[in-house]
């Protein structure tokens, strides 16, 4: 294998404690890995190349230590931190594991459930500043429902709302540098959960207080798991200069939840993704959310973490050199010629061009002759991709 895929700082790569440090427990299985420390995670995040760990409060500090425990604990992260060089870009709250949460946690039926998560998250957030957090992430895991019979959605969508309101200007209150990246799932752990898509946190984040402070943290796995083109969700989130955060990981269309290593099974769709990364010039954190396959044991956990870096980086070689091919970008000016016809009716709207389009009279079958080479295009496309140009 090539050594020439090193990771530098500028490509932000990114894993959660939770991800290199999960145990391989399943719903049929218990954990084959003992756990590891967070001080342990942070060496073998520093081992394999990694520029910066993120946590949720409980993955640092379990949610019954006393604060001299938590004292300990966070001035021993600090010490990791400073010995590796691991920065924390981006935190998080664990709103899912505790039985509080059973049945949500900003919208849950029970006010004392809600106010509960403001006051957990307060404290997440101050924790994830303390130790240098710019962006915070929102999964709400438990935010949903098994029936529509106990609770009702728009209700629920107002509670969270309120929720994120609150907590942009607790945001503001306190003076913190910190952005909010709101991250959809469309089901797993709740049998549906609200704002399941991309494009659906998109629309419900110009309804909030303070928009201008949060965006989205799509995950190739979300919306995978719903039969989407991740692709376009992450294109819809740039141009809406809402892509404040990304989770790369791997997942097959309608199967479980699986976190699969990035780029371990839909490679083509990963290559896209990366060229669009890439061509846009994304410059924030890329975030590896995903966990080895149960069979491994943490040197397998180590390959995984490797293997995420190593496909990005050679997926990012792939763009470049797709960018670069002369045949592909003939066709690609072929296919996107324009020979400027048109131009007096494109951009905005006027009375005169409304009016002289409406006469423009068109050859509908002559424009609808040739055909588009997608054929051609997308054959070199996976021909370099296997390696072949
Ligand atoms: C999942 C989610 C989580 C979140 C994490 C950070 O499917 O479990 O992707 O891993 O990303 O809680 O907020
Ligand atoms: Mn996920
Ligand atoms: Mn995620």
């Known amino acids: 294998?090539?050594?020439c895929y090193q990771p530098c700082p500028e490509n932000k790569f990114t894993f959660g404690l939770w991800t290199v440090g999960n145990v391989g427990r399943d719903p049929f299985g218990e954990p084959v890995r003992s756990p590891l420390s967070p001080i342990e995670i942070v060496h073998l995040l520093a081992d394999?190349?990694?520029y910066g760990v993120n946590f949720h409060d409980n993955d640092l500090v379990p949610i019954d230590a006393t604060s001299a425990e938590r004292n300990q604990i966070i001035g021993a992260f600090k010490a990791a931190l400073q010995e590796t060089g691991l920065t924390v870009p981006m935190a998080t709250t664990n709103l899912f594991t505790d039985p509080i949460f059973r049945d949500g946690a900003f919208t849950a039926n029970d006010p004392k459930v809600r106010a509960y998560a403001l006051q957990k998250t307060m404290n997440a957030i101050d924790l994830g500043v303390e130790l240098g957090a710019q962006i915070?992430?929102?999964w709400g895991g438990r935010e949903g429902v098994e029936t529509d019979a106990g609770k009702n959605p728009q209700e629920a969508l107002k509670w969270f709302r309120e929720a994120l309101n609150f907590l942009s200007s607790y945001v503001q209150d306190q003076g913190y540098n910190l952005k909010f990246a709101l991250e959809p799932k469309p089901n797993e752990p709740r049998g549906d959960i609200y704002l399941s898509t991309v494009g659906a946190m998109l629309a419900f984040i110009e309804t909030l207080d303070h928009k201008e402070m949060v965006g989205v943290n799509p995950e190739v796995a979300h919306e995978h798991m719903?039969?989407?083109n991740f692709l376009h969700a992450v294109a819809q989130a740039w141009d809406a200069g809402k892509l404040f955060h990304i989770d790369l990981n791997d997942q097959a269309f309608g199967r479980y939840d699986q976190d699969f290593r990035f780029g371990a099974h839909n490679l083509k769709s990963a290559f896209f993704l990366v060229k669009f990364l890439e061509d846009v010039g994304y410059d924030g954190n890329r975030h590896f959310d995903a966990h080895a396959y149960r069979s491994e044991d943490y040197e397998g956990v180590k390959d995984f973490a490797r293997g995420c870096i190593r496909t990005y980086l050679i997926l990012q070689e792939k763009a470049k050199q797709f960018n670069a091919d002369t045949e592909i970008q003939s066709l690609l000016a072929e296919i996107h010629?324009?020979?400027?016809?048109?131009?007096p009716y494109q951009g905005a709207y006027s009375t005169a061009k409304a009016t002289a389009l409406k006469?423009?009279?068109f050859d509908r079958r002559a424009i609808s002759q040739p055909g588009h080479a997608y054929e051609r295009l997308d054959q070199l496309a996976i021909e370099l991709l296997l390696g072949v140009r």
């Open 1 to 3: 294998m090539s050594d």
């Open 337 to 343: 010629a324009d020979d400027g016809a048109m131009a």
């Open 136 to 138: 915070y992430v929102f």
């Open 226 to 228: 719903a039969g989407l």
């Open 359 to 361: 006469q423009h009279v």
């Open 48 to 50: 394999i190349g990694a």
